[in-house]
Every structure is written in structure tokens, then in C-alpha cells.
């Protein structure tokens, strides 16, 4: 018979120990945040002996057919680094066995490999496997001086085994949800870099058939007009429009896909001095319109890449002049939204407006909403401003009503 073997099914003994239960409950608190080995490690060590007053405490791992003394805490070095087979050590009897172990006499026990334990200072000591149903480590108490553990103590060992079990499962879900992460992170890198790659080098191949197409077709106009019947010639303008504008496009693909290679510069900078700049060449590109600006005054700073959020208040800017071309008086405002963090600024006009149902779709490339005959363009100018809003790592959405005007917000960071 096995002396003293006491299962740790034994009920919490009638006087129980406050400081240590206070204890108990401050490391299952430490333990639900330990996200690591090594946090639930240096938790469950110095727990484990402070839990009971030991001498010692150690923290076994079971790393396939042996045990392994990862850490410890003790008056006197124990084995800590060292592994021993499941076999032939008393953690590995208490994982094999699926139970708590007390032996109040080590070199009375069998079980004990005594010349492991000469060296050290250990009389008696209480083993309590990590996770009941499959052990997957143990945690050990020792004492300097003959000592019988009561069943409290051991109680209160198996609970905080219970729960360092508890903690490593999710330890290593999170390692695995992280490895995940990164991996998809990585993938999703590679398919943007390589599309990227792909609309650079197909619009960038594309220029020369084009280029090809419009030299000869504009030598056919010049040269055989005369012999040319006038269905022909109608045919032979339209090649010519129809190249003019797939050149517009290339050149929109080509400049969409520079600013997501382009490198950036983040800084400091006056970004309602910027929105005023992009006003004055507005008006200066079309000086007969009456357009009211409202700009937040007082040097309203942002940070970001000044040359490429220049880029995005082009656009939103040239959007409003643009779609507040029939609305009198025209009004467009540009500021930053009042207590809110990180930054919001905002664009709006009280022009055309939307239908906002189709606000998410505006951000794609070649997506329009209005015919090219009333307001003109190619729909690139919003796929550009959220490349560019995302590399700072922000977000661009947009709210209207048709008839009623639009409002854009972008941020320069990251949401909290
Ligand atoms: N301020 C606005 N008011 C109403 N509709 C807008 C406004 N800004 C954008 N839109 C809608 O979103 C569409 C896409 O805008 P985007 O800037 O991408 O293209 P575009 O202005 O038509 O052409 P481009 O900018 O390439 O010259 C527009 O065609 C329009 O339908
Ligand atoms: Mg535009």
C-alpha cells in the first residue's frame, strides 16, 4: 500500500486559509491574463509555493515520454533545466497516475528516486498533475523539515493546476491564432504586392499597342481622308476617341498603382493651409464660377504625407467644385470634426449628393454614380484618395442624399 497517497478529490478542509485562498484567487486572475509560457510560468512558481508556505515549489512540463523541470522557486536549487523519464520520477507517477501525490517521507517511498533528491533539502513534498484528464505538466511542492500536507493544501495545489492547465490551453490558442494572423497577414501582403505588380506592368505594357493604334490611325485621318467615304471617316474618329480615352485610363491605372508603391514621408504639416492652396487652383482653373469656400481657419495641422494627402484633398475638393456645378450658391467646406480622436476631417458640398446606398461602391476604381455627359471624369479619383487614406493607415466613408450634397471623412491613423 502506498502511504499517504491522498487524491485531490478531497473536499477543502472546514478551516480554510484566507490569505492563501486571497492568493489562490489573485493568481487565477494573473493566470486569465497570462498570455505566454513564460507569464503563466512565472506566475504558477512563486503562487505555488506561496500557496501552501512550502520551501519549494517546482513547475514540471511533460514534453512527451519525459518530465521537464522548467522552473522553480526554492530555498536551495532543486532541478530545475533538467528532464527526467515519466517513469522514474514522482511528477511523471502523478501525470501517468492522474492524480495528486503526498509523501511525507521521500526516503520511505518507492517511488522516489532517492539519489535525485539527496542533493537537495527535500523531506516531503505533495506532486498535483496540470490537467486531470490528460496531464500535460505538474506542479510540486517541498518542504526542508517532515511535513504531512493536509488535504486543504492539496485542495488548494490542485485548483491552481487546474487553472495554470486552463491558461495554457489558451496560451497556445493564442500562439496559434497569432501564427495564424501573421500568415494570412503575410499571404495577403504577397497577392497585394503581386496585383500591384500586375496592374503596373499591364498598364505600363499597354501604352505601346495604344500608341501603335493611335500613330496609325491619325495617319489614316491625315493621310487617306480625301479617299475615304464619310461612314469610314465617322468610323476612324471613333477608334481615335476610343484610344484617347483607354489612354486616360492607363495612365489613372498607372498613377493608382505609383502611390501604393510610393514611399512615405509622415510629418507635421498645416493641412488647412494645403486645403486652401487646392481651393485658390480651383478657382484659378475655372475663375467664372461662384463658389463659397468655408475653410477651417488657424492653421489646423495634420499628420501625415503632405504630398500625398495633397492628392486626397485634390480630389475631394475637385469632387465638390465639381458636383456642385449647377447648385447657387455653391458651398464647400473643409475643417476638422470637433472632439474626435484620432483626427476626422471632413469635405462637403451642398452639390449633387447620392444615393447612399451606393456610398461603399464610390471607392472602387472606374465606379461612378452620375453620367460622364452631366459631370465628366473617370472614377478614379476616389479609388486614389482610399490607397492613399489606408497607407496612412485611416479609412474614408461618405454620406449623402441625392440632391441634398455630400460629405467625405478621412482619417490619417489608425482608430483606437
Ligand atoms: N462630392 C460628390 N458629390 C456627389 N457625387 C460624388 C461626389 N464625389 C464623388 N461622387 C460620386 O462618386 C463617383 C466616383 O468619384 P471619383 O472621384 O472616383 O470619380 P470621378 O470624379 O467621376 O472621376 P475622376 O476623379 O477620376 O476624374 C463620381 O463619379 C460621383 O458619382
Ligand atoms: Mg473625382
Redesign the pocket.
Known amino acids: 500500500m502506498r502511504p499517504n497517497a491522498t487524491s485531490a478529490t478531497a473536499p477543502l478542509a472546514g478551516e480554510t486559509h484566507p490569505p492563501a485562498l486571497h492568493r489562490l484567487v489573485a493568481a487565477v486572475q494573473a493566470l486569465s491574463m497570462a498570455h505566454s509560457l513564460a507569464g503563466i510560468q512565472e506566475v504558477v512558481r512563486h503562487t505555488a509555493r506561496e500557496l501552501t508556505g512550502a520551501d519549494g515549489a517546482t513547475f514540471v512540463l511533460r514534453d512527451g515520454d519525459q518530465c521537464f523541470y522548467a522552473d522553480e522557486d526554492a530555498i536551495a536549487p532543486l532541478w530545475k533545466g533538467c528532464r527526467f523519464p515519466l517513469t522514474a520520477c514522482i511528477s511523471g507517477w502523478a501525470m501517468l497516475h492522474r492524480q495528486a501525490v503526498m509523501i511525507p517521507d521521500i526516503y520511505a517511498d518507492p517511488r522516489i528516486p532517492v539519489d535525485a533528491y539527496r542533493p537537495t533539502f527535500v523531506k516531503s513534498l505533495v506532486m498535483v498533475p496540470v490537467r486531470l484528464a490528460d496531464p500535460i505538466g505538474a506542479i510540486g511542492n517541498y518542504w526542508a523539515a517532515p511535513h504531512v500536507a493536509g488535504a486543504d493544501e492539496i485542495e488548494l495545489l490542485q485548483s491552481l493546476a487546474n487553472t495554470t492547465a486552463v491558461a495554457i490551453e489558451n496560451a497556445q490558442l493564442y500562439a496559434q491564432l497569432d501564427q495564424r494572423v501573421r500568415e494570412r497577414t503575410l499571404q495577403l501582403e504577397a497577392a497585394n504586392a503581386e496585383l500591384e505588380a500586375f496592374a503596373y506592368s499591364v498598364s505600363h505594357d499597354l501604352r505601346a499597342p495604344l500608341r501603335a493604334i493611335d500613330g496609325f490611325s491619325q495617319a489614316l485621318q491625315e493621310d487617306a481622308a480625301g479617299r475615304l467615304e464619310g461612314e469610314c471617316l465617322s468610323h476612324l474618329a471613333a477608334i481615335r476617341r476610343g484610344v484617347k480615352r483607354m489612354n486616360a485610363l492607363v495612365d489613372?491605372l498607372l498613377r493608382l498603382s505609383r502611390i501604393s508603391r510610393a514611399e512615405m514621408h509622415r510629418q507635421v504639416f498645416p493641412i488647412s493651409d494645403l486645403a486652401a492652396e487646392v481651393a485658390a487652383a480651383l478657382r484659378q482653373q475655372e475663375p467664372e464660377r461662384q463658389v463659397a469656400f468655408q475653410l477651417e481657419p488657424g492653421g489646423l495641422q495634420a499628420e501625415g504625407d503632405p504630398a500625398l494627402v495633397r492628392i486626397v484633398l485634390e480630389?475631394l475638393l475637385?469632387?465638390?467644385w465639381?458636383?456642385t456645378a449647377r447648385a447657387s450658391p455653391a458651398e464647400i467646406g473643409f475643417g476638422r470634426q470637433p472632439g474626435v480622436e484620432p483626427a476626422v476631417y471632413f469635405v462637403r458640398?451642398n452639390?449633387?449628393?447620392?444615393d447612399p446606398k451606393y456610398a461603399g461602391r464610390?471607392f472602387a476604381p472606374f465606379?461612378?454614380?452620375?453620367a460622364a455627359s452631366q459631370?465628366p471624369?473617370?472614377?478614379?479619383?476616389?479609388?486614389t484618395v482610399q490607397r492613399i487614406v489606408r497607407k496612412h493607415g485611416g479609412r474614408v466613408w461618405a454620406e449623402?442624399q441625392p440632391g441634398c450634397g455630400?460629405s467625405?471623412y478621412f482619417t490619417l491613423s489608425p482608430s483606437a
Open positions: 489613372d480630389n475637385g469632387n465638390a465639381k458636383f458640398d452639390g449633387a449628393g447620392f464610390l465606379q461612378r454614380l452620375h459631370f471624369g473617370t472614377g478614379i479619383g476616389l479609388a449623402s455630400a467625405f
